[in-house]
Each structure stands twice: as C-alpha cells, then as structure tokens.
C-alpha cells in the first residue's frame, strides 16, 4: 500500500535502553521528517533529511539519532531512553521545495512510552 | 524559542458559528503556510495552505487570512460542525542551509457543541 507507515504503533521501555522506531515510505519523497507531539509544545522538529544521506537537527535533536541509508526510510533511535522522551513520535515526508507548495505527509503516530 | 505563536490554545464553538484561530509568525523568510488539521489518533493532515503574496484563500467553509505587514495569519471555519471537532497547528516554512524546514504553532483544540 502506498503511503508512510510507522512501526511499532505503541511502544514501552524502561529507562536507559536503546529504542529504534521505524518510519517507510512509498512515494520517493526526498525530505522526511521526525516529530514528538507534547500536550503544551506542539509538534517539535527533532531531525530531518532532505535526501538519502543528508540529515539535519532540528530544535530538540538531543537523545536522539537518525539514519537515512535508503531514501524510502527513516529510522529514529532514542540511544538511551529518558522518562522525558515519553511522546508520541510522527514520521512525516514531503516533496522537494522551492516553488512548490509542498505538503507533508504523516504518519499515524508511535506513542512511546518510558518507565 | 517559538517562531510562530498560536492561540488560543483550546476552543468551544457552537455548531454552526465561526472557529477563529490566530497565528503569529517572526521569521520574514517564511514562504509558505499550512494549516493541518488532526483527529484523535491520527497524524496531522494539510488543510488549506497560503503563500504570502496571497492575502486571503478560502476552500469551502475554511478561510485563510494573511496580514503579511503585521506578520499574522489566521483560520476561520464559518458554520462549525461536531465534525470539524479536533486540533488545528498553523505552521510556516522556512529555509536553513538550502533545505526548508516546517515550524508548527502548539495547536488549537477545536470542540464544536451541538
């Protein structure tokens, strides 16, 4: 099926243990993008990558890692998870940019959990 | 530091009045802003969207207005349904090192009472 889907969809791990969660796409899309969602913060950029290989912070990166081997995927771990990285986490992909109004696509979310 | 501010943060409306959400932006590079509308348990979803050379768009009972001199922007939905009950981010894209980079506002919890 075409479209961004993110795995697992509910996650929990104790503190201190390494977690990964994954994020594929289908349609080639150049950018992606890794959200955390906090009631009171919003959506909150944590990295992006505008292709296979480019990856960028965005404004809260720390505790966390990216990885962009093949353009259709996007993993994000947590190297050592933190009572305060519990969230929800949405994997997001666009078009390139420029004069196109680019429109994200999201996926439908993995809430983590750490204890 | 939040580069585009939201309010309110949550919004009672009663079906068939008008939702009003206001967003304020400081980075003048920005060039294009989206709405994303999400439902509980989903991942946001693009709305409408503006460019700022635009002042006003309007797709079915959902409105954009654009102030670009007092760097503002805002969602109106006229004849509020339950339906269109769940959390709105306004955003902006802006520009870092060649790559754009989208900001979201902390959102709006719409409730839309019968």
């Known amino acids: 099926d075409a479209g961004i889907t993110q795995s697992p969809r509910y996650k929990i791990t104790e503190t201190g243990r390494q977690v990964t969660l994954m994020c594929h796409q289908t349609?080639?899309?150049?950018?992606m993008f890794w959200y955390r969602q906090d009631l009171g913060h919003g959506l909150r950029l944590i990295y992006y990558s505008a292709a296979a290989d480019i990856t960028d912070k965005g404004e809260v990166p720390d505790g966390y890692v990216v990885s962009r081997s093949k353009t259709e995927n996007f993993p994000l771990t947590l190297e050592s998870a933190t009572r305060s990285q519990t969230s929800v986490y949405f994997c997001?992909?666009?078009?390139?940019?420029?004069?196109?109004?680019?429109?994200?696509?999201f996926g439908q979310g993995t809430r983590l959990t750490v204890v | 530091q939040q580069q585009v501010k939201q309010s309110p943060q949550s919004l009672i409306v009663q079906k068939g009045g008008i939702s009003i959400i206001n967003c304020a932006y400081e980075n003048t590079a920005f060039d294009y802003f989206p709405w994303y509308q999400q439902f509980p348990g989903k991942g946001p979803a693009l709305l409408i969207a503006?460019?700022?050379?635009?002042s006003e768009k309007k797709e079915g009972r959902f409105t954009i207005s654009f102030n670009k001199s007092a760097k503002q922007f805002s969602l109106h939905i006229m004849d509020s349904q339950p339906g269109d009950s769940a959390t709105y981010f306004c955003?902006?894209?802006?520009?870092?090192?060649?790559?754009?980079?989208?900001?979201f506002g902390i959102g709006t919890k719409l409730q839309v009472i019968p």
């Open positions: 349609w080639s899309h150049s950018y």
């Open positions: 955003a902006a894209r802006g520009w870092s090192g060649g790559y754009q980079k989208v900001t």
């Open positions: 997001a992909s666009s078009e390139s940019g420029g004069r196109v109004n680019t429109e994200a696509f």
């Open positions: 503006i460019r700022p050379d635009v």
